[in-house]
């Protein structure tokens, strides 16, 4: 498979622009796409991959209908049907689950194979809107790979898996290459992407600046020039958003004996757990195992908690409480809210709708409230962004504008599920110190969630980690 790309002219946003005079993958070649957020790698795989029209310029494949992607829009593109072809309220039971993970593959006759090759066998009879990201991902690979293509389009494949998974693509991805599949690999750079590809095109400012080989890149003083970075913390936060205090003596969360099931399928049992003020949490465990329904069950957005010994800032859930009055308790950044966040709303209005815990702005914030999420844009370096749509920012900006949402009212506790998905090495690095200085100047607490060895946090004190006991989970809970 050959890709030629001629005097490509993309208008990204009206300040920024991807320009490719030419550029050509070889036929037979595989190759890493690297670049920081906002460098126009995300507009480049989009266009490669038919999401954003070709408007000035070129792109020509030696064979289009052998091309196959896997991107965290093609996975919100799959749960958007589903929401809009769903048939609830004309089912029995009154929940229509969507698309199991079998039907989002499709039939053939290599399904069963590719399957076992990911490991998913046991994934194949769940809905795809109930299952974690990393088996999101796994899935969406196995749908790709049913077609035998000659040239596979991956933009950031290794997010949201955990450590054995990343481990197995890469054993994957190494076979695909030695067995002739291309590879074009979009992602952030690091030393363990898959080592059987050698080249390495680096993207600046919307621009190709370095491409070759991908040691003799690395180890040039224009890498270290272009990829070099410096954290800088503020003097001081922005105006903490004020909520009445828990007597001290009250546990944020307790929960007795919890356990979870999907359909018919324990995933966890017997979590007895209690968070208390001054504990800073890891929660951990491999994909599947239960990870973001604890969290989405603490935090008011899972139905499943009804009925559980789950008691929330002293009150027992189903004592009549509103979610509403749990959720003004916490600052949250998940994937799912990342899927779910698709009303139309400037970056500023975003960062606002953290005050109210709502998806979109339906509440007039107070001057306040403006000021203090125009201070936390600056804070992240986003200030410029404040009135850019959302919707037109990459994954990675938008990752960053909700977590900023998540941080804007100094919460009680600030959830972060898997925040740094999508980001770059120097954003990444910005994220994780401006936690861990909130933790320490301020009163809020942290649960944390995250498969990244490099997600280290000096906070952190507690860990309760999901380990696997015969067909599932249990809790491991520990000081750090």
């Not at 189903?318 to 998940?334: A, F, T």
């Given at each position: 498979m050959q890709i030629t790309i001629s005097d490509l002219h993309f208008q990204i946003n009206p300040r920024r622009s991807l320009i490719i005079d030419g550029w050509e993958l070889q036929d037979g070649e595989s190759a890493i796409v690297c670049g920081a957020n906002g460098s126009g790698k995300s507009a480049f795989s989009r266009l490669l991959t038919g999401k954003l029209p070709v408007t000035t310029g070129e792109i020509r494949f030696s064979c289009p209908e052998k091309v196959a992607h896997v991107s965290f829009e093609l996975e919100s593109e799959i749960l958007a049907e589903d929401r809009y072809n769903n048939d609830s309220e004309f089912m029995e039971g009154g929940v229509d689950h969507g698309r199991t993970a079998a039907e989002i593959i499709g039939p053939g006759q290599s399904r069963s194979s590719i399957c076992r090759l990911l490991g998913i066998d046991y994934l194949l009879d769940r809905p795809f809107k109930a299952i974690s990201t990393g088996e999101a991902r796994k899935v969406l690979i196995a749908r790709a790979l049913l077609n035998e293509p000659q040239l596979l389009i991956l933009d950031e494949p290794f997010n949201g898996l955990d450590i054995r998974s990343r481990q197995e693509m890469h054993q994957l991805f190494n076979q695909l290459v030695e067995q002739g599949t291309q590879l074009l690999l979009f992602d952030f750079y690091h030393d363990d992407l898959p080592a059987s590809i050698d080249h390495l095109v680096h993207i600046h400012e919307g621009k190709i600046k370095l491409q070759g080989p991908r040691r003799k890149i690395t180890a040039s003083s224009e890498w270290k020039a272009v990829t070099g970075y410096q954290v800088q913390l503020p003097h001081h936060l922005p105006d903490c958003y004020q909520y009445?205090?828990?007597?001290?003596?009250?546990?944020?969360?307790?929960?007795?004996?919890?356990?979870?099931?999907?359909?018919?399928?324990l995933v966890f049992k017997g979590l007895n757990w209690t968070f208390q003020r001054g504990e800073q949490w890891r929660i951990s465990g491999p994909n599947g195992s239960g990870k973001s329904t604890l969290l989405s069950m603490i935090s008011g957005d899972n139905p499943k908690a009804y009925g559980k010994d789950i008691t929330l800032f002293g009150v027992k859930r189903g004592s009549g409480e509103s979610i509403w009055d749990i959720k003004r308790h916490y600052g949250l950044m998940s994937s799912s809210l990342h899927r779910d966040y698709r009303v139309s709303a400037s970056v500023l209005e975003v960062v606002v709708s953290g005050f109210f815990d709502s998806i979109g702005l339906y509440d007039r914030p107070t001057e306040s409230q403006w000021r203090i999420a125009r201070e936390w844009l600056e804070l992240l370096g986003l200030k410029d962004r404040a009135q850019t749509a959302f919707s037109i920012l990459s994954f990675g900006e938008q990752?960053?504008?909700?977590?900023?949402?998540?941080?804007?009212?100094?919460?009680?506790?600030?959830l972060l599920d898997e925040p740094c998905l999508g980001l770059d090495a120097a954003n990444r690095a910005l994220v994780l110190n401006l936690v861990d200085y909130i933790v320490s100047h301020s009163q809020t607490h942290l649960l944390f969630v995250s498969h990244d060895y490099q997600d280290e946090l000096s906070?952190?004190?507690?860990?309760?980690?999901?380990?696997p006991e015969g067909e599932h989970y249990k809790a491991v809970i520990s000081s750090i």
């Amino acid at each position: 498979m050959q890709i030629t790309i001629s005097d490509l002219h993309f208008q990204i946003n009206p300040r920024r622009s991807l320009i490719i005079d030419g550029w050509e993958l070889q036929d037979g070649e595989s190759a890493i796409v690297c670049g920081a957020n906002g460098s126009g790698k995300s507009a480049f795989s989009r266009l490669l991959t038919g999401k954003l029209p070709v408007t000035t310029g070129e792109i020509r494949f030696s064979c289009p209908e052998k091309v196959a992607h896997v991107s965290f829009e093609l996975e919100s593109e799959i749960l958007a049907e589903d929401r809009y072809n769903n048939d609830s309220e004309f089912m029995e039971g009154g929940v229509d689950h969507g698309r199991t993970a079998a039907e989002i593959i499709g039939p053939g006759q290599s399904r069963s194979s590719i399957c076992r090759l990911l490991g998913i066998d046991y994934l194949l009879d769940r809905p795809f809107k109930a299952i974690s990201t990393g088996e999101a991902r796994k899935v969406l690979i196995a749908r790709a790979l049913l077609n035998e293509p000659q040239l596979l389009i991956l933009d950031e494949p290794f997010n949201g898996l955990d450590i054995r998974s990343r481990q197995e693509m890469h054993q994957l991805f190494n076979q695909l290459v030695e067995q002739g599949t291309q590879l074009l690999l979009f992602d952030f750079y690091h030393d363990d992407l898959p080592a059987s590809i050698d080249h390495l095109v680096h993207i600046h400012e919307g621009k190709i600046k370095l491409q070759g080989p991908r040691r003799k890149i690395t180890a040039s003083s224009e890498w270290k020039a272009v990829t070099g970075y410096q954290v800088q913390l503020p003097h001081h936060l922005p105006d903490c958003y004020q909520y009445e205090d828990l007597p001290p003596d009250i546990p944020f969360v307790k929960t007795v004996d919890l356990e979870v099931a999907y359909e018919g399928k324990l995933v966890f049992k017997g979590l007895n757990w209690t968070f208390q003020r001054g504990e800073q949490w890891r929660i951990s465990g491999p994909n599947g195992s239960g990870k973001s329904t604890l969290l989405s069950m603490i935090s008011g957005d899972n139905p499943k908690a009804y009925g559980k010994d789950i008691t929330l800032f002293g009150v027992k859930r189903g004592s009549g409480e509103s979610i509403w009055d749990i959720k003004r308790h916490y600052g949250l950044m998940s994937s799912s809210l990342h899927r779910d966040y698709r009303v139309s709303a400037s970056v500023l209005e975003v960062v606002v709708s953290g005050f109210f815990d709502s998806i979109g702005l339906y509440d007039r914030p107070t001057e306040s409230q403006w000021r203090i999420a125009r201070e936390w844009l600056e804070l992240l370096g986003l200030k410029d962004r404040a009135q850019t749509a959302f919707s037109i920012l990459s994954f990675g900006e938008q990752r960053q504008v909700l977590i900023v949402r998540a941080m804007v009212k100094l919460p009680m506790i600030l959830l972060l599920d898997e925040p740094c998905l999508g980001l770059d090495a120097a954003n990444r690095a910005l994220v994780l110190n401006l936690v861990d200085y909130i933790v320490s100047h301020s009163q809020t607490h942290l649960l944390f969630v995250s498969h990244d060895y490099q997600d280290e946090l000096s906070c952190l004190n507690r860990s309760l980690e999901l380990v696997p006991e015969g067909e599932h989970y249990k809790a491991v809970i520990s000081s750090i």
